[in-house]
């Protein structure tokens, strides 16, 4: 089941890319940092050097902080914004090559419904020849399975791969969070509304949330979702490779 492994590690790689994205700002003041550094120690030996050192190191003191400053923590908030969209993007992706996957190399484990009726879009054509794994997923398996919704997922996962899945509560309520945090992003110019609240009305989460609150996460909150995706990933490939 080579193929259901490598699923896995472009999912990881594909998060590895998006945490590029909140280094970015570090990378630029590293650099800068780097090119000052550089500069002190080139002219150390100058003649009368020791004021111009002084304006060097306070430059160099600004730049470290400079991350923390508070026009830059909004700018870095909406970063993690998108970045937690990422994630989730990326889940789903990685559940549908998943699937492709299974259905095209693995179909002997695949539960299929009773009738074993797979309806057929040729729209679906148009721009590319999917294998029949693909072309399951794009034409019959949308129509009932959302792998943005953790409970539609379960779902899949039990009726075509008779898996039963029982996550710990903590990472099953991050889960929920993350994705009800990607539609408000997405759907609601990043503010909580009501539709978030009821998707989070049953778990714990790790902010108290009030409608209309703009959404502003940090890097804490992205690492969260990171770590609870890929814990999830992990634990179905597993639980896949286990009915071989």
């Known amino acids: 089941m080579e193929k259901i492994k490598n699923v896995l590690s472009v999912f990881e790689d594909n998060l590895k890319q998006v945490d590029q994205l909140g280094e970015i700002g570090s990378d630029v003041g590293n650099i800068l940092l780097d090119m000052l550094e550089n500069l002190k120690s080139d002219n150390e030996q100058m003649p009368a050097f020791l004021p111009y050192k002084q304006k060097l190191d306070n430059v160099i003191d600004q730049i470290k902080k400079l991350k923390d400053h508070s026009i830059l923590t909004k700018k870095y908030s909406i970063i993690y914004n998108q970045s937690v969209v990422l994630i989730v993007a ?34 679906v054509l148009k721009y590319s020849s999917p294998t029949i794994g693909g072309l399951i997923i794009r034409s019959s398996l949308r129509e009932k399975y959302n792998f943005q919704d953790l409970q539609s997922t379960i779902n899949f996962l039990k009726d075509y791969l008779g898996l039963e899945v ?71 490939v597993r639980m896949v490779l286990s009915k071989k």
């Open 90 to 123: 990326s889940f789903e992706s990685f559940m549908n090559d998943l699937v492709r996957d299974i259905i095209d190399y693995h179909s002997e484990i695949v539960s299929w419904p009773e009738k074993k009726q797979i309806s057929f879009d040729p729209d």
């Open 166 to 236: 029982n996550i710990v509560k903590d990472l099953k309520d991050s889960l929920i969070e993350c994705q009800a945090l990607r539609n408000a992003i997405m759907h609601n110019s990043a503010k909580i509304d009501e539709r978030f609240l009821k998707q989070v009305r049953n778990i714990n989460t790790s902010t108290q949330y009030n409608n209309g609150d703009p959404i502003n996460l940090n890097k804490t909150d992205y690492a969260k979702a990171k770590d609870s995706f890929e814990k999830f990933a992990s634990e179905i």
